[in-house]
């Protein structure tokens, strides 16, 4: 292939748009539907175009979604499990108090009817 026929890959029409702003020639990454599936395409300006205006390159790096976003999988899974685990334990923790922790009103006015009051000047 000759680079004289400027050939233009689907990556490139799709962050075709995001090119047009100023910031987006620097930097950033677009998520992409393509024929093969959603594909995150990267993409950077090289800056090189104002000093050599021949070299207005642009560099394009094209994953699949599910394979760029593979190591972050077992993180997902890790948060849910601790998720769950901690309203496990949340719920446990609250039916062990609502058992054994319950306090009686009617015990405590029978005892307060039972004990005489005792006051300062009475002792006297």
Same mark, same amino acid.
Do not use: C
């Given at each position: 292939?000759?680079?004289?026929?400027? +050939?233009?890959?689907?990556?490139?029409? !799709?962050?075709?748009?995001?090119?047009? !702003?100023?910031?987006?020639?620097?930097?950033?990454?677009?998520?992409?539907?393509? @024929?093969? &599936?959603?594909?995150?395409?990267?993409? #950077?300006? !090289? &800056? +090189?175009? @104002?000093?050599?205006?021949?070299?207005?390159?642009?560099?394009?790096?094209?994953? *699949?979604?599910?394979? /760029? +976003? #593979?190591? +972050?999988?077992?993180?997902?899974?890790? /948060?849910?499990?601790?998720?769950?685990? #901690?309203?496990?334990?949340?719920?446990?923790?609250?039916?062990?108090?609502?058992?054994? @922790?319950?306090? @009686?009103? *009617?015990?405590?006015?029978?005892?307060?009817? *039972?004990?005489?009051?005792?006051? &300062?000047?009475?002792?006297?």
């Amino acid at each position: 292939m000759d680079p004289s026929l400027r +050939l233009k890959s689907d990556e490139y029409a !799709t962050v075709h748009d995001v090119l047009g !702003t100023p910031q987006g020639r620097q930097a950033g990454y677009v998520v992409a539907s393509m @024929r093969g &599936g959603n594909r995150i395409v990267g993409f #950077a300006d !090289t &800056g +090189l175009k @104002r000093i050599y205006p021949n070299l207005g390159w642009l560099i394009l790096v094209s994953q *699949e979604e599910r394979a /760029a +976003l #593979a190591p +972050l999988l077992g993180l997902d899974h890790f /948060a849910l499990f601790i998720v769950v685990l #901690a309203l496990l334990m949340l719920t446990i923790l609250t039916v062990y108090f609502f058992l054994h @922790r319950r306090q @009686r009103f *009617e015990d405590i006015e029978v005892q307060a009817a *039972e004990e005489p009051p005792t006051s &300062g000047a009475a002792a006297a």
